[in-house]
């Protein structure tokens, strides 16, 4: 598979070879990590950012109780922090949901391959911005959004962030975390997430088997749920795709 953060950027910009290989360059694999360990806790001091190249992780939150709010879930592609320069320690920790191959990019990468390639920059500030937008929908979700709705919502985020990396097949995709990590992430209880997960199978809005998500009729699931895809901004602008 092609480096997933190139296939992601490739949604807002078309990349030249040379653009391509730059980034292919920093984003090479350096850490492996196993399920349910972190990448880095709370007050932690990063030197260099986490790019998530296979596996999904999460950012969290876990209070002294042991409670845990999953406020971020990372796919391949995506980049776990990009500002962890500019904060002087972290207000969160980064944890595994799957095993997970890393990339570990320097400041002094990050700041070279910006300043010789303005247009990596510019979908760099685009990575980050639509990760803003998709905590913004994550708080609408929380806040007002039926867990049906919240459930479908994430399924509908989901399914398009992984098909913008190539990562689907037709109406399908893998899907490897648990209902518990689903409750920590939506603000439901284990038993509400099963409960909710039967009333979309019974109407018919997805199946879910193993580590398998089928969603039979993208079209209704996003009715359903009231899904409206343009935070994720991957339309790209033409005007940006013919300039040289």
Known sequence: MSNPLVCKLENFVRLSPEEKQALEKIAQP?????????????????????????????????LEDGRRQVISIFLPGDLCDPHVFVLRKTDHSLGTLTSVVLAEISETAIREVALQYPRLAEALWWEMLVTAAIQREWTVSLGQRLATERLGHLFCELFLRLRAVGLTSETSCEFPITQADLGDAMGLSTVHINRTLKELRAAGLIRLRGRQLTIPDFPALQAASLFDPSYLHYERDPSVLDDD
């Open 30 to 62: 350096t850490r492996r990590l196993g399920a349910r360990e972190d990448v880095a806790r709370d007050g932690d001091r990063l030197r260099h950012v986490n790019v998530v190249l296979e596996g999904w992780a999460c950012r969290y939150k876990q």
